[in-house]
């Protein structure tokens, strides 16, 4: 199977009765490509301007981005249990549906969750229900406890000026395979000038390194927390 030109694909990923709505963007070039699924926070989507940015700069370093809306979001269904283990699920599920994609490396999956989403990326994590081989999680509002047994490279990035900041610092020293990169100026959203950017910058440079084999990140230049 060849891909010659990058490509956008909406899709229907099934998980019982429910349907969650999806868009696989593959990079040029030929497959299988590593790929980064992204989970978005509570009340967002695929949409997610700020997660759209970070897949498509994916897609230009020639890793596939698959973003989907969590049950009860978006165009994907209602779940009526509509909550924390219903997004679990719905991750679950699109992670084996990339597994059995022939466009997608299966060894080269990872996950990039914003804020609750990286909430959810990491229980499933922990739970062994997906089995990524990297993570990126965005101010993620976690606690020391949601970072137990995960040993999986992760990559955290919070604002300077986001309130969480001194809950992720404590969360991040249950792990050692979690690194903290503080974005000076961030606050909860990336939203002040040029800090979006910075996240962007080191969430490819991560998963480039984790997933493709390019030179390991230098991060400390965000204001490395360990």
Known sequence: ??????????????????????????????????????VHGLGSGKDSPRNVVVANRLVEAGIAALLFDLSGHGESDDDPRSGHQAFVEDLEAVFDWATSRPEIDSERIGVAGSSLGGVIALEATRRRLIHPAALVLRAPPAEPHEFAQVDVPTLVIAGSHDPLLPMIRQAVTVTECATLAQVEGAGHLFEEPGTLEQAVQRTVEWF????SGAPEPAIGNLGEVD
């Open 208 to 211: 480039k390194g984790h997933l």
């Open 1 to 38: 199977m060849t891909t010659k030109t990058a490509s956008t694909s909406r899709i229907t990923i099934q998980r019982e009765r429910i349907r969650l709505a999806a868009e696989l963007m593959l990079p040029g070039g030929s497959p299988p490509f590593p790929c980064v699924l992204f």
